[in-house]
């Protein structure tokens, strides 16, 4: 059995980069592209809670059913967001992927 551990993972363009407390401006400026937080259909936290969110994200790390990143795209060395898979459950080989928060990839006009 194998123990979730953080990883960086890159392709495409994108990095996903093990989420730590220096990420979190980047998390705040990607949320604040459309003020992610006040859609319904999102789970983005406010600029506020970004600590508390990624905070959380670290705990359930450290107890061993997530693995939280932040989303960069490579090209701009920008983070546009975050994603995790979480109730990881190695013994039954299963993992879900959810979690994500993005801002816009695209340049300002």
Do not use: C, K
């Not at 060395?77 to 695209?106: F, L």
């Amino acid at each position: 059995m194998r123990t979730p551990a953080p990883v960086t993972l890159e392709r495409d363009g994108i990095r996903l980069e093990p989420l730590t407390p220096a990420h979190r401006d980047g998390l705040v400026a990607a949320a604040s592209d459309g003020e992610l937080w006040n859609l319904y259909f999102t789970s983005v936290p406010t600029p506020d809670g970004a600590a508390d969110y990624i905070a959380d994200a670290l705990r359930g790390q450290a107890d061993g059913h997530m693995l939280p990143w932040a989303v960069r795209d490579v090209a701009t060395d920008t983070i546009v967001g975050s994603t995790r898979y979480h109730d990881i459950v190695p013994a039954a080989g299963r993992v879900e992927h959810a979690g994500n928060a993005r801002g816009s990839t695209q340049p300002a006009s």
